[in-house]
Each structure stands twice: as C-alpha cells, then as structure tokens.
C-alpha cells in the first residue's frame, strides 16, 4: 500500500487548490476582471504561481508514482513533501517579488528530478 504516496498526492493537489484560491483573491483586491490575464503585478505574480505550479504538476506526480512503485512509499513521500515545501517557499518568495522565487524553485525541482532520476534508474535496473 501507499498510504504516504497517497497523502503526498492530496497535499500537493490541496496546495494547488490554495494557489488557484488566491488567484481569484488577488482579483479582487487588484480589480483584475475576468477574462484578463494581465493589469496588475500582485496580480500577474499570483496567476504565474498558480500556472508554474500546474505546470510542474505533470511532472511531479507520476515521478512521485514511480518513484513510490519501483523503490517505495517511504522514499517517495519524504521526497514528495519536499517538493511541495519547495512549493510553499516559491509561493510565499514570487508573492513578494519575481526575483525571490529562485529559492522555491530550486527546492522543488531538485526534488522532482530526484523523483524522477529514481524511478527511471530503478526502472533501467528491473529491465537489465
């Protein structure tokens, strides 16, 4: 079973539900009307957290999956939580700033390639 993997996979998806919540507050504490994508700063940081994150999503997941599949639960869950920590401080470091992100990003995306790397090796090796 993978309870954790689980877990990890619903945190992740309630952090993206957060992101696409505070999309819709910072419309409306910018005036931002829908359709628009653009207007005003708060704004645009908000939507590109939002996107970046779903853009990662593909990414993540099934490398969490995988990772948790081929190796285990309790390797892929310590490194998912990392991933959405990584999240966490991309969000709160792009809120403030574009140039803050860096942080955030490079937690997540060490974590995702580790998810990533793990699986395929683990992979590579079951099929040799």
């Known amino acids: 079973m993978y309870h954790l993997t689980a877990l990890v996979t619903l945190l992740a998806i309630l952090f993206y ?7 819709s507050r910072s419309r409306t504490k910018t005036g931002v009307k829908v359709p628009a994508m653009t207007g005003h700063p708060d704004f645009e940081r908000a939507f590109r957290i939002q996107m970046n994150t779903l853009e990662w999503m593909p990414i993540f997941l099934p490398s969490l999956w995988l990772f948790a599949i081929y190796i285990g639960d309790t390797g892929a869950a310590p490194i998912g939580a990392v991933w959405i920590v ?8 792009y809120s403030k700033a574009a140039a803050k992100r860096g942080p955030g990003f490079m937690i997540q995306g060490v974590a995702a390639i580790a998810l990533w790397a793990g699986a395929l090796g683990a992979l590579v090796l079951r099929l040799v």
């Open 17 to 23: 539900f957060f992101t696409t919540i505070n999309v």
């Open 86 to 93: 990584g999240r966490i401080v991309y969000f709160i470091g």
